[in-house]
């Protein structure tokens, strides 16, 4: 038959008494205390690894690198990428609906997977569209009020907006070929 632990004390480290006052007849262990010390991480300046040299030394040891060659990544430069501006409820009106250019609206959600792999192409054509077009972004979960007025179900979606009006939507991550041939349509008209 089982016993039943009625109690259990537990002498936490903050709450023992400094090392030096122990004696040494003390049931009480003794608590050393290690300084960390406090490092200044240099500027990101991107991640190399390379072949371990282990793989080499130990002759009949297959490694996880054994069929490797050189991993290299590096991080990408994004001062000069155009961050498209984030829209509210409140400005909805004056800067889509009475835009004189056309303007592309991405409806995003932080949470969405899609939405981060149409983030950079949406960011690129607005760079190249830069005076022609006009590229907002609108998180759904901040501002419901569009994403329902415009029946907006899953995201990412784009919608073109011309004179006040929606012309046109595309449903979830696309290639930029069809942002662009979307986009190029409207500017002829």
């Not at 004390?9 to 040494?24: D, G, M, N, Y």
């Amino acid at each position: 038959m089982a016993s039943l632990l009625d109690s259990v004390t537990v002498t936490r480290v903050f709450s023992l008494p400094i090392a030096a006052s122990i004696s040494s007849a003390s049931p009480v262990p003794s608590v050393s205390v290690r300084r960390v010390s406090t490092a200044r991480f240099l500027e990101f300046r991107g991640l190399k690894a390379s072949r371990s040299l282990a793989s080499q030394s130990v002759p009949n040891r297959r490694s996880r690198f054994a069929r490797g060659g050189r991993i290299a990544c590096e991080a990408q430069d994004t001062t000069a990428a155009v961050e498209v501006p984030n829209l509210s409820d409140s400005e909805w009106q004056t800067r889509v609906l009475e835009s004189d250019v056309p303007v592309l609206v991405e409806f995003w959600a932080p949470w969405c997977g899609p939405c981060r792999m149409i983030h950079p192409i949406v960011d690129q054509l607005a760079k190249d569209f830069a005076g022609k077009f006009k590229f907002y972004k609108i998180n759904t979960d901040e501002s419901p009020n569009t994403a329902n007025r415009y029946g907006i179900r899953s995201v990412p979606t784009v919608i073109i907006f011309k004179d006040g009006e929606k012309k046109d939507s595309i449903i979830g991550a696309v290639p930029r070929e069809t942002l662009e041939k979307t986009i190029e349509r409207f500017l002829v008209e």
